[in-house]
């Protein structure tokens, strides 16, 4: 059952949140109404993320833009304010220009895949992320588990999931849909 609160309440929170400074190397983020503060990763994580970022500059059909770590906002959970989210990676087609002049907490409009590097201890990007994902309409979520050995493209976004799956193990290829067309490379996260 889904908790309300206050109007005020809501509010307030989301005004904490945004004056919120986080510890230096950390990211916050508002998830589902609950504050979620993330430690700076570590090298496997940073070589997944580039190692994929790599991969779709060079062998993408269409010629991306990536962030690390650009703060969006998504459709809220009933009851709850905003979620503000921090994907590790967000792409976005180059020709479309997002990045350029967008505030800190970007609307996630025009965004073609997020990408999150799962930590052991986080239950967060394996389940609320893939609930706020969707909830924001977001094409493509690409989530790397190395607690599970895993990689998991979700896609065709409903109101609050994915409706749409595929799973391979790390080492093996994935293959990523238009707009990028290609098959992703995981070998070299083991």
Same mark, same amino acid.
Not at 5 to 11: A, C
Not at 23 to 31: D, N, Q, S, T, V
Not at 165 to 180: N, V, Y
């Given at each position: 059952?889904?908790?309300?609160?206050?109007?005020?309440?809501?509010?307030?929170?989301?005004?904490?949140?945004?004056?919120?400074?986080?510890?230096?190397?950390?990211?916050?983020?508002?998830?589902?109404?609950?504050?979620?503060?993330?430690?700076?990763?570590?090298?496997?994580?940073?070589?997944?993320?580039?190692?994929?970022?790599? *991969?779709?500059?060079?062998?993408?059909?269409? @010629?991306?833009? +990536?962030?690390? =770590?650009?703060?969006?906002?998504? !459709?809220? %959970?009933?009851? *709850?304010?905003?979620?503000?989210?921090?994907? @590790?990676?967000? +792409?976005?087609? =180059?020709?479309?220009?997002?990045? !350029?002049? %967008?505030?800190?907490?970007?609307?996630?409009?025009?965004?073609?895949?997020?990408?999150?590097?799962?930590?052991?201890?986080?239950?967060?990007?394996?389940?609320?992320?893939?609930?706020?994902?969707?909830?924001?309409?977001?094409?493509?979520?690409?989530?790397?588990?190395?607690?599970?050995?895993?990689?998991?493209?979700?896609?065709?976004?409903?109101?609050?999931?994915?409706?749409?799956?595929?799973?391979?193990?790390?080492?093996?290829?994935?293959?990523?849909?238009?707009?990028?067309?290609?098959?992703?490379?995981?070998?070299?996260?083991?």
């Amino acid at each position: 059952m889904a908790t309300t609160h206050d109007p005020i309440s809501l509010q307030l929170l989301l005004e904490w949140f945004v004056e919120l400074e986080a510890p230096m190397g950390f990211r916050a983020e508002l998830i589902e109404g609950e504050f979620v503060l993330t430690p700076p990763p570590d090298g496997d994580h940073e070589h997944c993320v580039g190692h994929i970022v790599s *991969q779709v500059y060079r062998r993408s059909r269409v @010629d991306m833009q +990536f962030s690390a =770590r650009k703060g969006l906002t998504l !459709r809220n %959970a009933e009851g *709850q304010p905003l979620d503000h989210v921090i994907p @590790d990676g967000t +792409f976005v087609s =180059r020709e479309l220009r997002l990045f !350029r002049g %967008a505030p800190p907490w970007m609307p996630c409009e025009g965004v073609t895949l997020v990408l999150e590097v799962a930590s052991p201890r986080r239950r967060s990007d394996r389940e609320t992320k893939v609930r706020a994902y969707a909830r924001g309409a977001v094409p493509l979520y690409l989530l790397v588990d190395f607690q599970e050995s895993s990689i998991t493209l979700f896609s065709d976004p409903g109101h609050d999931d994915y409706r749409e799956h595929c799973t391979r193990p790390l080492g093996k290829s994935l293959t990523l849909p238009a707009p990028f067309s290609f098959d992703l490379d995981t070998a070299d996260f083991l």
